[in-house]
């Protein structure tokens, strides 16, 4: 079995416990349910392209890439665990490059995405299937959301997790990244009609670019606009794993 | 040829040099001990040596592999079982055995019986299915000192493996290690508990200040520098015998307590006969006498002290 696999294999082992995979469902299931019903007195109908859609399948189909978002932040602490337990050196100490452990993790991380985006897509599915339309690009502009926003989202928690060596620190940055990203985006509520300070955040949120390509695809609407948030979401993946990978590269031992 | 061969290894941080030019080699199927005060360079030596850092100068062969030119050639040979502890806390205790050996791409079924017989070397079959985040710190190094095992490999290196257990496990450990070198296996130890050095190692390197400063067997070492002998008297009632004794020639009283006298000498022999001689003399009666050879520990202090002077 090659390095990696090994690695991927024993990252996925470790992450994935019983508290984490009810976390994963539960946690947007009350956002989809609750929140999603709850405001749709507030929210009936959301503008969405050429398109207007319910406030639950709006949530719902945001709630894909806030559940990317989330696992990968999750996972993406790895790298910060084991740090703290000792497991960096180790796995270094054996027949692994730092490389295969970095790539290990960003695959991990990918697998997780992959997985989430797929579970949220099949609970909220009865939400948002009056609505879908789907056609030749559904498939690639989900796959390469969720594999570009787990990249994204994986490197962040990296790169937080190479730089702060207190776990208070680190759980009061990853926290207050993971709210900002939560809330400040298009995941829970559209840009338009939200005021001018808040809809331009937006856009300095990398969640509102996988919440928007995901949405594109399951609803069917593709414009220039889509394009230009996919390749914001791919450079930005590809320059914040290069700077991971370059911080974890360096990291003393 | 040698298992382990480093020339003039050094390792600078700066202006601080960490190890200097140090030479050392380690025969295959020994035990090496590789002693010396906190700070001395001991963890930086075994970093270099284990490719985890590169050295700044120097050349290090290790199992006929360059250290420089191939680290991973030598990581997939070798086991180490770091100073701090490692571990993953959500896996209990078989699970952590089995993923270990699953990385190190051991066949499932081999994985299987090992993590059977290393419950029982290592005493863990009570704990198998417990996490090892709720284990106590001794339980957790039997672990982390158990799961290198898992593996196949010709060299090991153990940074102060013992550290955290109790009497019973460290001599079973110690034990286990031993009969491990019988299967060919060569060790690089590094321990601060000298009693641990002289039984298990069959040469002991002593480092301070990042320079080798002795490197024998522990036999030797102690013929070396711990030719002298402690003679300790134990009389029946307080005298002040320090005076009696002070015309012997060629000894040092160390302490006197009144009842206990502690004297310490090259020649203990004669002494013994002249301290005897004016005892008697003297009518004091002794109520106990033994003669001490230095050990292992005291030789460490007093060469670590020399080469600080």
């Keep these: ?253 | 040829m040698f298992t382990i061969e480093v020339k003039s290894l050094s390792k600078s941080y700066g202006s601080f040099i960490a190890v200097d030019g140090i030479d050392l080699k380690v025969e295959k199927g020994k035990i090496f001990g590789f002693l010396g005060p906190n700070g001395a360079g001991k963890t930086t030596t075994m970093k270099m040596l284990t490719t985890l850092i590169p050295p700044s100068s120097g050349t290090m062969n290790i199992l006929g592999i360059d250290g420089t030119r191939s680290p991973l050639e030598i990581r997939k040979k070798i086991g180490v079982v770091l100073q701090q502890p490692s571990y993953e806390p959500t896996l209990s205790v078989e699970k952590s055995l089995e993923k270990y050996g699953m990385m190190w791409n051991v066949d499932k079924k081999i994985r299987k019986s090992r993590v059977e017989e290393l419950l029982i070397a290592f005493d863990l079959i009570d704990i198998r299915k417990k996490k090892n985040d709720d284990l106590s710190i001794g339980q957790r190094r039997r672990v982390q000192v158990a799961r290198e095992f898992m593996h196949d490999m010709e060299l090991l290196f153990l940074d102060e493996p013992t550290v955290g257990l109790d009497p019973s496990a460290r001599r079973g450990l110690l034990d286990f290690i031993k009969s491990k070198v019988k299967d060919g296996l060569t060790i690089f130890f590094t321990t601060h508990i000298l009693e641990e050095a002289e039984y298990l190692c069959d040469d002991i390197a002593i480092i301070n200040k990042g320079k080798i400063i002795a490197v024998d067997t522990p036999d030797e070492l102690k013929n070396k520098f711990g030719r002298e002998k402690t003679i300790k008297i134990h009389i029946s009632e307080q005298k002040n015998i320090s005076a009696l004794l002070s015309g012997i020639s060629g000894c040092t009283i160390e302490r006197d307590s009144g009842v206990l006298i502690t004297v310490r000498s090259i020649q203990s022999e004669q002494v013994l006969q002249d301290v005897l001689k004016i005892l008697s003399s003297n009518d004091i009666t002794v109520e106990d006498l033994s003669v001490v050879p230095t050990s292992l520990e005291e030789i460490f202090l007093s060469v670590v002290k020399n080469s600080n002077a």
């Design chain 1, 1 to 253: 079995m090659h390095e990696i696999i090994r690695l991927v294999n024993r990252n996925l082992t470790i992450s994935l416990n019983m508290g984490f995979v009810i976390w994963q469902i539960i946690f947007p299931l009350i956002y989809i349910f609750v929140a999603g019903f709850a405001y749709t007195a507030l929210i009936h109908q959301v503008p969405f392209g050429s398109k207007t859609l319910d406030y639950p399948a709006f949530i719902a189909t945001g709630m894909i890439g806030f559940n990317i978002m989330n696992s990968t932040l999750i996972s993406g602490i790895i790298i910060w665990n084991d740090r703290r337990h000792g497991m960096f050196e180790q796995i270094l100490v054996g027949p692994f490059t730092r490389a295969q452990y970095i790539l290990s993790n960003v695959y991990t991380i990918g697998i997780i995405g992959l997985v989430s985006a797929a579970m949220i897509t099949a609970i909220g599915y009865p939400l948002f299937f009056k609505q879908v339309e789907f056609n030749v690009l559904t498939i690639p502009l989900v796959v390469f959301a969720s594999i570009t926003g787990s990249i994204l989202f994986g490197s962040i928690a990296s790169i937080i997790s190479t730089r702060l060596k207190s776990s208070e620190g680190f759980n009061v940055v990853i926290n207050t990244v993971f709210l900002f990203f939560a809330f400040v985006s298009t995941a829970f509520y559209p840009a338009q009609g939200a005021p001018l300070i808040l809809s331009t955040a937006f856009y300095f949120n990398p969640l509102t670019y996988l919440v928007d390509v995901v949405r594109a695809g399951i609803f069917g609407y593709f414009n220039g606009l889509v394009a230009t948030e996919m390749v914001i979401l791919g450079v930005g993946a590809v320059v914040l794993f290069l700077i991971a990978t370059k911080l974890l590269s360096k990291l003393e031992l």
